[in-house]
């Protein structure tokens, strides 16, 4: 069974659109931060695919919206490895928000990976051990 990853966030207002809810391109921006912070969780950064010269690009989103999310809701964002390919991975998030007890999205990211020239590559295999 794939590791899964978990972090918390709070709703802040300028996430917000004109009807009060979360926009949906914030979600986006959520999944984003919550990668970084799987990141951290097994001592890696952005800074490792400078390094690595491996860079793992988004080629796909999807994400099915479940329930609106409001200022201050606090949102409880787990991720896991879904999928490996040789050059590429997908991560599958649940979005709950733990202030309504509802789910409020669910997503599928996947990444390609490729040098800083846009070649695509290997992935790094430091990174498929810790990110299992």
Same mark, same amino acid.
């Given at each position: 069974? %794939?590791?899964?990853?978990?972090?918390?966030? #709070?709703? $802040? +207002?300028?996430? *917000?659109?004109?009807? =009060?809810?979360?926009? /949906? %391109?914030?979600?986006?921006?959520?999944?984003? #931060?919550? $990668? +970084?912070?799987? *990141?951290?969780?097994? =001592?890696?950064?952005? /800074?490792?695919?400078?390094?690595?010269?491996?860079?793992?690009?988004?080629?796909?989103?999807?994400?099915?919206?479940?329930?609106?999310?409001?200022?201050?809701?606090?949102?409880?964002?787990?991720?896991?490895?879904?999928?490996?390919?040789?050059?590429?991975?997908?991560?599958?998030?649940?979005?709950?928000?733990?202030?309504?007890?509802?789910?409020?999205?669910?997503?599928?990211?996947?990444?390609?990976?490729?040098?800083?020239?846009?070649?695509?590559?290997?992935?790094?295999?430091?990174?498929?051990?810790?990110?299992?």
């Amino acid at each position: 069974m %794939a590791t899964r990853f978990t972090t918390t966030l #709070y709703v $802040r +207002s300028y996430e *917000l659109d004109s009807f =009060g809810h979360v926009n /949906n %391109a914030v979600y986006l921006q959520y999944l984003e #931060y919550a $990668r +970084s912070e799987y *990141l951290l969780q097994v =001592g890696l950064s952005f /800074n490792d695919f400078q390094t690595w010269n491996a860079i793992p690009y988004v080629v796909r989103a999807e994400i099915e919206y479940k329930s609106s999310s409001r200022c201050h809701d606090e949102l409880e964002i787990t991720g896991w490895v879904s999928a490996w390919g040789k050059s590429s991975f997908v991560l599958s998030y649940e979005i709950f928000n733990r202030s309504t007890g509802k789910m409020g999205a669910l997503a599928e990211v996947k990444f390609a990976w490729v040098t800083r020239e846009e070649k695509i590559i290997r992935i790094p295999q430091i990174f498929r051990e810790r990110m299992t």
